[in-house]
């Protein structure tokens, strides 16, 4: 359970086990395999379940143990207690250094929450939390006076009931009229029925982007045409949908710290190293000019004098050979400061040589560490994780533990199927990629990437048929669906068939170079992706 997503449902989602199990989950193993689960109990509108379990103890004695879901924020909790009410252990224990109100630690009697000095809409009269209501500050919204006052509400429902009471307006406690009163009244009213006979509708809205904004248990209406409102078929398929991909991002973030670390620092050390060499190339760029003093003094010499510290001779090289001042070393005989003007220019001409290949190379290796960022965007599990790990110990990055298991080669690429029966592949990172295009793929198969953009490697197989628009369109889509601009309302993916695909002797997992290509634009839809996806 996470403090900002703790819920309690039923799931269909496969949660990933951890390396090591939490010292409450092993805990809940020894006493609470084999039990039967007696009942559930939430005290009035307190954001709490009980879970009441029948079981035997260690005497053979039937007993009943209660696992207690704090569904509270961040001060969400599980805490089981035994039959005589006293904790024997929380996922979060709390001492008198955390709070001084209430403790919750092993072998002292469980507490409920401190009580908050609100209303329950289970046990009160609904004029008499319209009275409150009106009672708070004058300035104050009336969502979060409604927020203040009643037990067990969210942001959401008090917004809703400021929404249908004020039509739509923006109302604050000053500004309540009797007859908004009254219609507050009402609501709360069908607010109460909709609890007391616990007969909600689960509804989630979601913005423009597909991305949910909020939940509810009724059919929201405050947010008008910002958001998609739509009902689920149950509670738990809700919690579900709205939890599951925000859970997996931050999920993946804590995981990922560590390679997160590795990429920062390589990507920041290769763009200092290319901005210096940048600076080093624009100095090169004046090797003309020592060239050209080189000239100047030795086509010079029988005029020049030594022991001066410069000298201003007639420039050939421009119309109207106008006069330039030439610095000298006078330690140096006139045809030594011209034989050093030549060193320091075939220095910098050198230089400029090896610049460019440097620049070039630190370039390709920055937009390498790109792709492996939106691997790590996008990886959903540990496995993912490792096999990422183990791309950057081979290239270098990561060092390889003394006695660390060799990683096990890559699962192979994600499968679809697009609408009319094509089979198509996405690689999951720079290694799948390459096995991907480079291997699995036939010549006249068609390989899709985004434009410029990191991203899958995407391949429509063709197995002797001509491919449809349909299925280029699809495939085009998973490329979007997969890379960085999977966010974008219209992304551009370059297409082309796979003989026009190769790698350069010695580039980085992923990277390739391709000519004859089309490009196609495509929206990025992962529901739609979903259905295609075929299921191992």
Known sequence: MRANSARINFTEQIPENPKEPPMLCMLLRKRLVGARLAGIRQPQLERLLCFDFETINELGDEITLTLVAEIMGRYSNVILVDEKGKIVDALKRVDASMSSERLVLPGIPYQLPPPQDKLCLLTTDVREIADRVCAQQAGVSLSKALLSVLQGVSPIVCREVQHRTARGADVRVGEMTPELKERLVFFLGRLAEIVKNADGTPFMAVNPQKKP??????????????????????????????????????RMHVRSQGILKVLTTASERLSRKINAQQADLERCAKKEELRMCGDLLNANLYRLKENVPYVDLPNF???GQPTVRIKLNPALTPSQNAQRYYKEYRKAKTAEEVLAVQIREAKQELAYLDTVFEELSRATGERDLAEIRAELEEQGYIRVQRGAKK?????????????????????????????????????????????????????LFLEGKKPTQRAIEEAAMLAACFSRGRDSSNVAVDYTEVRHVSKPQGAKPGMVIYVANKTIFAVPDREAAEKLRVTR
């Open 213 to 250: 904004v909020d939940f509810t248990f009724f059919a929201p209406q405050q947010y008008g045409t910002a958001a998609i409102v739509s009902q689920k078929g149950s509670f738990s398929e809700l919690l579900d949908d709205f939890y599951g991909e925000r859970d997996r991002i931050e």
């Open 407 to 459: 990683q096990s080669q890559t699962r192979g690429a994600m499968e679809f199927r697009s609408t009319d029966g094509f089979r198509i592949l996405v690689g999951r990172n720079n290694r799948e990629n390459d096995v991907l295009t480079l291997k699995m793929a036939k010549k006249n198969d068609l390989w899709f990437h985004t434009k410029n953009i990191p991203g899958s490697h995407v391949v």
């Open 317 to 319: 090289y421009e119309e």
